[in-house]
């Protein structure tokens, strides 16, 4: 174990003490990002060091062989933590867009908006058309009468009484707020999942 510590771990190579307080303030301060940014934010922190200290050793001649498969590793996982960090980010930011708008984009180019959309949490204002047939059903429908048959099917979780009271009580014709998971759409209508008044 202490060999391997020597050979590959920054901050444990050269035994000296301050070096190796630093390196284990730092793998805990990555161990850290783990649990409150994921996984990607752990493996941008934790390869930063491989990256740094390979190109080091590339540039001074050191062990260019092993410091070359350690970079190589390095960048891999690095380039892997910053897309699964991408991902993540995307899926927790909230796009701000009318009924009209989304209307629109999926009336003019589904694929397009598929891409804009579609697995993101947006937030959509616009005019109930239509109201639940029962007080179980959970579903409005928001349309502004722009693009007729494109219309956006606003579904709410059953487990949400405070929101399905909410449903049961709305009117045709009542403006609202809701935020939910755009599942995608096409030229007949666009759907939203898991919906919750804002």
Same mark, same amino acid.
């Given at each position: 174990?202490?060999?391997?510590?020597?050979?590959?771990?920054?901050?444990?190579?050269?035994?000296?003490?301050?070096?190796?307080?630093?390196?284990?303030?730092?793998?805990?301060?990555?161990?850290?990002?783990?649990?409150?940014?994921?996984? +990607?934010?752990?493996?941008? =922190?934790? %390869?930063?060091? /491989?990256?740094?200290?390979?190109? *080091? #050793?590339?540039?001074?001649?050191? $062990?260019?062989?092993?410091?070359?498969?350690?970079?190589?590793?390095?960048?891999?996982?690095?380039?892997?933590?910053?897309?699964?960090?991408?991902?993540?980010?995307?899926?927790?930011?909230?796009?701000?867009?009318?009924?009209?708008?989304?209307?629109?984009?999926?009336?003019?180019?589904?694929?397009?908006?598929?891409?804009?959309?579609?697995?993101?949490?947006?937030?959509?204002? +616009?005019?109930?058309?239509? =109201?639940? %047939?029962?007080? /179980?059903?959970?579903?409005?429908? *928001? #349309?502004?009468?722009?693009?007729? $048959?494109?219309?956006?099917?606003?579904?709410?979780?059953?487990?949400?009484?405070?929101?399905?009271?909410?449903?049961?009580?709305?009117?045709?014709?009542?403006?609202?707020?809701?935020?939910?998971?755009?599942?995608?759409?096409?030229?007949?209508?666009?759907?939203?999942?898991?919906?919750?008044?804002?």
């Amino acid at each position: 174990m202490k060999n391997i510590l020597k050979r590959y771990i920054p901050g444990f190579k050269t035994n000296m003490k301050w070096k190796k307080i630093i390196a284990i303030i730092y793998y805990i301060y990555s161990l850290l990002r783990f649990f409150t940014g994921g996984l +990607g934010a752990f493996l941008i =922190t934790i %390869t930063l060091p /491989f990256i740094i200290f390979s190109i *080091i #050793s590339i540039i001074m001649n050191e $062990n260019r062989k092993k410091a070359l498969i350690i970079l190589i590793c390095g960048v891999f996982l690095f380039v892997g933590g910053l897309e699964e960090y991408r991902i993540l980010t995307s899926s927790l930011q909230v796009i701000n867009v009318s009924a009209y708008d989304l209307q629109k984009a999926y009336k003019s180019n589904e694929s397009k908006a598929n891409i804009i959309y579609k697995n993101k949490k947006i937030k959509i204002n +616009g005019t109930i058309s239509e =109201t639940p %047939t029962t007080e /179980f059903d959970g579903m409005l429908t *928001i #349309s502004t009468g722009a693009f007729p $048959n494109v219309d956006v099917l606003c579904s709410f979780n059953s487990g949400h009484m405070t929101d399905m009271n909410k449903v049961a009580n709305m009117k045709k014709g009542d403006t609202v707020t809701i935020q939910g998971i755009c599942e995608g759409g096409d030229s007949m209508g666009i759907t939203i999942d898991d919906c919750e008044f804002k």
